[in-house]
């Protein structure tokens, strides 16, 4: 049986294997240890396998003009977050958007700080997917804890789901996206069949928090959001 469980990770992650990705864009550093420093007061938890609680079911999808809002404390350090139905209405009660849609269990700056570092997670992801103890690995990558949760459910149900279209890919050794602009077999069967549920439950992901990705999307499905509400007032030194 473990045979069996390593063969499936082995093929899950080689169905993604691309030409090596660009080098990422440099991210400011004080930028990422100030989002690391900071402290959710109300983070949002993972307790059961959304797979097992949505099987057969979409989850409900948050409205499209809905926002997930970051509300820092006077102490620059602890901070909020909540879901509005608006930019406006997330404004009006002195939050920023950290990222479109509602706030789920990524939706932390300590998991926005791991997305805008690493542009590839394909890669780091699949390779904790091949371990045994692959949510231990997910948050040595830097992720939350919640976070980590379910990346780890994310990864066993597209084993489950996804493992023939993966082998396949693999076999033909497709790049992660096609000349089309489209995403290779085992990409789309993620997306399709583990997708939506991971959306809705992470909250953030790289596309609605504004970070472009190793893998090609088009500039219209990648939001536009400016990660600037960690750093000091302007007139914090007058």
């Known amino acids: 049986m473990r045979a069996v469980g390593l063969l499936q990770a082995l093929l899950l992650a080689a169905c993604a294997s691309a030409p090596a990705p660009p080098p990422p864009a440099a991210v400011d550093p004080h930028l990422l240890a100030s989002l ?4 959710p007061l109300n983070p949002i938890g993972v307790d059961e396998d959304p797979y097992a609680t949505w099987a057969g079911r979409a989850p409900p999808a948050p409205a499209p003009s809905s926002v997930c809002g970051v509300r820092l404390e006077a102490d620059r350090t602890h901070y909020r977050l909540a879901t509005f139905g608006s930019v406006a209405e997330a404004a009006e009660l002195g939050y920023r958007v950290t990222h ?3 706030c789920g269990a990524c939706s932390t ?3 926005l700080a791991v997305y ?3 542009p590839d997670l394909t890669s780091p992801v699949r390779r904790c997917g091949m371990q045994t103890g692959t949510l231990g690995c997910l948050e040595s990558l830097g992720f939350s804890k919640a976070c980590a949760r379910i990346w780890n459910f994310n990864v066993q149900n597209t084993k489950r789901e996804c493992f023939g279209v993966c082998m396949r890919s693999w ?4 790049a992660s996206t096609t000349i089309d602009g489209g995403l290779n077999e085992c990409l789309q069967c993620d997306e399709v069949r583990s997708g939506p549920v991971f959306k809705a439950v992470a909250g953030r992901t790289r596309r609605n928090s504004g970070i472009h990705s ?3 999307r088009p500039d219209e499905q990648v939001s536009h959001v400016v990660h600037d509400y960690v750093t000091a007032p302007a007139d914090a030194g007058h």
């Open 36 to 39: 690391r420093a900071a402290e």
């Open 100 to 102: 479109t849609g509602a």
């Open 109 to 111: 700056l300590q998991d």
């Open 116 to 118: 805008l570092e690493r």
């Open 171 to 174: 076999m033909s050794g497709e």
């Open 214 to 216: 190793s893998i090609q």
